[in-house]
């Protein structure tokens, strides 16, 4: 029976590597690898040695036959991928793990961020390159990305955070945690004692919407309200207020899903997952019976995957509806059976009342051709004005073009998922077009044409902007630890004035409350113990203090 890939697919492609017959598709080696929405296995080819599951660091792959519920469609989306495209299995030329030259001596490489650009990067300056790998990360707590913004109803897909832990002990892995560069230390600083510096710190900002009414309250970041129930501690419990019936969610990206999941999900199934205390029993509190997907064009063009659409649909209690508009009945009719699109079939189309309070059972509006024009209300939001789009070809792309025709939604709650941007590192260049730092391949540059910065290096979201999750920082932090390589071989790295221990008396002088390696390690045992005595995978700490207290509480546990 041959295996088959799920939805929690990372992309990372650790399974294309250890699969003996080569039917794990596309591989890094091919062109559309990185543009797909996950890896596929070829069931003609496939022997079921399930060597691919034991790989699998996020649990994405299971034998065809065990699939069930929401899962059970991915033995067909497997199959699907390679009638669309004839399978090759010849195998690429082999790639052999790179390392330094014999006699080119240990190197000591900073790598800000803990997120997975920084797990991948820190995992390959480890194996490959043999160096000495410092930690740096402005929280108190590792793990970015994973931590604070996968969604806590996918813990198979956080299981990729064990994998990094790992590396905690190694070592020539050092942690300095709690420390934020700009203001607790400089980059000249960090530079001053490392042969190299490789920044992995994401993307942290939300892009606007540009609209009146954006900044009033009942107005909500996507990535504060992610962090809020992911126990982020730079979002407090009082960010988010639950009281409206009807939310409306801006985007329709696999954040936004997340966040109109989360929403309507039952508090009890999201109790035995690792979902922030606080926004737990805020749910269980909460008022939202509907919540409507606003998206600028229609449903051939969402953003989100076929896997989020599909753990959408299957939410117990919660009915997923279409609003009738203008082009969405056509759109679904000529859709392709492989595509998107194809997904809305089945699903109610109808037309809706978003004036009236919401009445019966929760449910999600998908509403698309709509962008917002204004967030109106008396000291907070109460209602969302919202222009009817046309879908126009322009430069070979398809583009919304706003129309006279309006209407008015009645919402208590906005959230802007519209997507991430990423901000300035202090010392650093910054592009504020592509809000990323200026690069090429991950040698950091100047504005325009210029050499690159001696030492200093980028991956993950904030080198290539906000796009591909977790698994494509694996391919990025190959490419640039091989640049960093090559500069190393050329005798380009420059030689550092200080000693590692220089360095770690440096951050204790300039922030006391650095956190390191036996911190990390006290507060997850606290939080796993919290966890098993509640039927839990783990209870986060969600402020500073209490991550604080528990470093030092259980350090000597």
């Known amino acids: 029976m041959a295996y088959a890939i799920t939805q929690t697919c990372c992309n990372d492609a650790s399974c294309v590597s250890v699969c003996p017959v080569n039917c794990i598709h596309p591989t890094p080696d091919e062109p559309d690898f990185g543009t797909t929405e996950m890896l596929y296995v070829d069931p003609q080819t496939c022997i079921d040695c399930g060597a691919c599951a034991d790989a699998c660091p996020v649990d994405a792959i299971f034998p065809v036959d065990r699939l ?17 495209r004839p399978a090759d299995n010849a195998w690429a030329a082999p790639r052999f793990p790179r390392s330094l030259a014999h006699g080119a001596g240990r190197l000591r490489i900073a790598v800000v961020g803990t997120g997975p650009a920084a797990g991948y990067t820190a995992q390959s300056l480890l194996r490959a390159v043999g160096a000495e790998v410092t930690l740096i990360d402005r929280l108190p707590v590792p793990g970015g ?29 050092r942690m ?31 892009r606007s919407l540009g609209v009146p009414g954006e900044d009033i309250p009942g107005s909500v970041a996507a990535s504060a ?61 909460a008022e939202v019976r509907e919540v409507v997907l606003l998206g600028r064009r229609g449903p051939e063009h969402a953003a989100y995957t076929r896997a989020e659409f599909l753990a959408l649909r299957h939410l117990r209690g919660v009915t997923v509806v279409v609003d009738d508009r203008p082009g969405v009945r056509d759109a679904i009719a000529a859709a392709d ?15 809706t009342d978003l004036t009236a309070p919401p009445a019966g059972e929760k449910r999600i509006v998908l509403r698309f051709f709509s962008s917002v024009t204004e967030l109106a209300g008396d000291g907070r939001v109460e209602s969302v004005r919202v222009a009817r789009n046309t879908v126009t070809g322009r430069d070979g792309m ?30 650093l260049p910054f592009d504020p077009v592509t809000a990323t730092v200026p690069n090429r391949a991950g040698r950091v540059t100047g504005i325009g044409p210029g050499d690159p910065l001696p030492g200093t290096y980028v991956v993950g979201w904030a080198k290539r902007g906000p796009s591909g ?38 951050v204790r002088r300039r922030r006391p409350q650095a956190v390191g390696l036996r911190e990390v390690l006290a507060v997850d045992r606290a939080e796993r113990a919290n966890g098993l005595a509640s039927g839990r995978p783990r209870v986060k700490f969600a402020t500073f203090s209490e991550l604080r207290d528990a470093g030092r509480r259980f350090r000597g546990a």
């Open 68 to 84: 069930t519920g929401p899962d059970s469609g991915y033995a067909a989306l497997n199959k699907q991928y390679y009638e669309e």
């Open 145 to 173: 990305l994973v931590r604070h913004g996968v969604a806590p109803d996918h813990q198979s897909t956080k299981g990729i955070a064990d994998t990094f832990a790992g590396l905690y002990r190694h070592p020539r892995l």
């Open 225 to 285: 309200f992610v962090g809020w129930y992911n126990a982020d501690p730079t979002v407090p419990a009082s960010a988010v207020d639950l009281s409206a019936e009807r939310a409306v969610v801006v985007g329709n990206g696999n954040v936004a899903l997340d966040v109109a999941r989360i929403l309507v999900s039952d508090p009890d199934e999201l109790a035995r997952t690792d979902i922030a205390d606080h926004a737990l029993e805020a749910l269980r509190a």
């Open 469 to 506: 999750g977790i698994g494509a920082n694996r391919t990025c932090a190959e490419e640039t630890v091989g640049v960093l390589m090559d500069d190393a071989a050329d005798g380009l790295l420059p030689a550092p004035a200080g000693t590692g221990k220089d360095f770690a008396r440096l």
């Open 337 to 351: 059976p492989s595509s998107k699109t194809a997904l809305l079939d089945g699903i109610a189309i109808e037309e």
């Open 176 to 206: 300095h945690l709690n420390v934020e560069v700009g203001k607790d230390l400089t980059h000249a600083e960090i530079a001053a004692h490392h042969h190299a510096v490789v920044y992995a710190v994401g993307a942290m900002s939300d």
């Open 398 to 427: 398809p583009h919304a073009e706003r129309t006279a025709d309006e209407d008015v939604i009645s919402a208590g709650l906005v959230i802007r998922s519209i997507g991430y941007r990423g901000a300035p590192v202090a010392g």
